[in-house]
């Protein structure tokens, strides 16, 4: 029979997103043989970043500042808005593109039977910044699943509301497909033909 520590530590591990129980025993077994040391560091590291790592004021991407270092920065154009889901979204976007605008990352999408709406989403502090009139075209990121779309057609009527020109990301995305596991030259692709989204 295993410590009650060891399995309270394989337990710990299955928190990570594809991590089975033999993944997170494995894991667990390499750090008391081998990486005691890695261990040690990861475990420091993992509760500074729990700690300081919250979210920018203005698009909600990770940040341990008020603001972001892309809000913040004069060199961006603040009339382009581009609302993504995750902040792997966002950096798969600035990344692959030459996209010089601003963020908004809701971090999920609509999803009613996870009790995911439109507050969790942070879409009234949305609504707010596209009432300021300063974002002329706001470009849905949103991954090309059914909450996705959704989600999609949401901000669409959203960016409306407030005076600003919806626009899509193009062909070349799967339907169903994740942004963060598309390819650099297929998102950069859709990125730029990106298109008015229809009422």
Known sequence: MSSPLLE???EALRVLPGVGRKTA???AYHVLERG???GRHLAEVLAEAVARVGHCSQCRDFSEAE???TCASAGRDRQLLCVVESPADRLAIETATGYRGLYYVLQ???SPLDGIGPRELGLDALAARLSAGEVAELIVATSATV???ATA???AQLARQHGARPSRLAQGLPLGGELEYVDR???SHAFGTRGEMPL
């Open 8 to 10: 309270q530590l394989i």
């Open 25 to 27: 025993q494995r894991m």
């Open 36 to 38: 005691r040391d890695g």
């Open 67 to 69: 603001v972001c270092a």
């Open 108 to 110: 999920g999408r609509l």
């Open 147 to 149: 909450e996705g779309e």
């Open 153 to 155: 057609h949401y901000l």
């Open 185 to 187: 030259g297929t998102l």
